[in-house]
């Protein structure tokens, strides 16, 4: 992987990947479509318009230069919209296609399924709210939170349900922190299924939450934290979703949260209120949290003795694997993205850690023969996305584009034949192995897999 040397060189173009999912046959047609990208590109949901692609003609055509330079717009000569027109401010209608999106074929109820958060065109490492991946198992629901109760019981001194008024008037917290989908990366384990970045990692978001730690509630409650070494969390959904917690973990950073990135939980996150559960797969934040029951043994629940299961290559079932290791992607260039220069290149991704903050990753060009050092960038977070940049001189030549992720415990990102040799190739959850991105002589990004 060269650096970039000319400090002068204009970077890359890179198409965009489309927003919309592409089957096999569209990704060929598209494929086809180089030469004349720009003129397909609005109709691939690409979001170039027609507008744009007459400026980009009328500059190359006109000696005198870009006349979206030299010839004053509406918006430079007009009057533009008054104050508070909306209410509630909403994205410019050119980014209309940015969108989170369900797989299709996933799953077959829409009530009980996934919607991907678009990491291919993420900025930072905050999701905004309303990209915020989805994960429902009966449904979102917008409840009343007059009427939304949180009970503690179990091996407390003073059993107590708590309003939504009450508990918002305690001291609160606001932490930065990923939550990833324990199936993230799920249907990659035996080949590669999907094109993009959005598919293969969009079950994964990053936001501010804001809400009173779950310590102090079980302090207000008195609750007995000898005996009581598991706490179980269940939500009021039709799905009941409940989750066994150590009390060890829930002593340390979880928050009983109703706020996300300065506002209220949006419906589909959780609103009134969720548990946050830092640094382990998204079931066990229960959105709509009605119960914590504090008990002296795990419970036992079926959403994490039948399902939320690692399948072993042995045939056995591991129970209670929660912990989201050290994982990292490459977001651009990324699959179903075309480089259409050579030349410089910002490689741009996100690294993660559900045991701390990550403290270098490396990116490859050659599939894994050769890493260098990328740039962190900040804030750097425990338990948190961490955006990471690194220079590079594409030369036309084919590549194999690789990130690998090391966290402060000194976990590194395991290859994926290293995944394999101990999980097999039959799992669901818990895929964190290294994502290749194969770019060919023709600028074209595609997801393959090697070891």
């Given at each position: ?5 000319d ?190 970045v ?45 989750r ?13 949260a ?44 079926k ?21 989201q ?16 220069d ?6 741009s ?52 584009l ?16 290293q ?18 991105w194969?770019?060919a ?11």
């Open positions: 992987m060269k650096p970039n040397t400090p002068g060189a204009l970077p890359g173009r890179i198409r965009p990947a489309p927003e919309n999912f592409l089957d096999h046959a569209q990704t060929k047609r598209a494929a086809r479509a180089r030469r004349g990208f720009m003129a397909r590109a609005l109709a691939m949901g690409a979001g170039i318009s027609a507008t744009q692609l007459a400026g980009q003609k009328a500059q190359a055509e006109s000696p005198q230069g870009d006349p979206a330079i030299l010839d004053l717009p509406e918006h430079s000569t007009g009057l533009g919209q008054p104050v508070a027109s909306s209410g509630y401010g909403m994205p410019s209608r050119w980014e209309r296609n940015l969108q989170r999106r369900q797989s299709p074929g996933l799953t077959q109820v829409g009530a009980s399924s996934v919607s991907f958060c678009p990491l291919q065109s993420l900025f930072g490492i905050i999701t905004p709210s309303g990209l915020h991946f989805e994960r429902h198992h009966q449904g979102w629901w917008d409840i009343d939170p007059s009427q939304h109760r949180l009970m503690l019981h179990g091996l407390v001194r003073a059993p107590r349900v708590f309003t939504m008024d009450e508990l918002m008037r305690l001291p609160s917290v606001s932490r930065i922190h990923f939550i990833e989908c324990g199936a993230n990366t799920g249907m990659e384990w035996g080949n590669v299924a999907v094109p993009t959005q598919y293969t990692h969009g079950m994964l978001s990053c936001s501010e939450f804001t809400g009173v730690r779950l310590s102090t509630l079980l302090d207000l409650v008195g609750a007995d934290t000898t005996k009581g070494a598991y706490l179980l969390a269940e939500g009021a959904d039709g799905s009941s979703m409940t066994t917690i150590a009390m060890a973990r829930a002593l340390d950073d979880v928050i009983v109703w706020a996300m990135n300065g506002e209220m939980l949006r419906p589909e996150n959780g609103y009134p209120l969720r548990l946050v559960v830092p640094g382990v797969q998204g079931v066990s934040w229960v959105k709509y949290l009605r119960r914590i029951e504090v008990g002296d043994q795990p419970f036992y629940t959403d994490e003795t039948l399902h939320y299961i690692d399948m072993m290559p042995d045939g056995t079932h591991r129970q209670f694997t929660s912990i290791e050290v994982k990292s992607v490459i977001t651009s260039p990324s699959g179903g993205q075309m480089l259409l050579k030349g410089y290149y910002n490689v991704g996100l690294a993660w850690s559900g045991r701390g903050r990550v403290v270098r990753v490396d990116v490859s060009a050659d599939g894994g023969r050769n890493w260098r050092p990328a740039r962190l960038e900040e804030p750097s977070l425990s338990k948190a996305l961490t955006r990471f940049n690194i220079d590079w001189v594409w030369d036309g030549q084919p590549a194999l690789q990130s690998r992720a090391t966290d402060e415990t000194g976990q590194v990102q395991p290859r994926l034949n995944l394999r040799a101990v999980r097999g190739t039959r799992s669901i959850y818990h895929n964190n192995a290294i994502q290749t194969k770019l002589p023709s600028g074209e990004v595609s997801n393959v897999q090697i070891g």
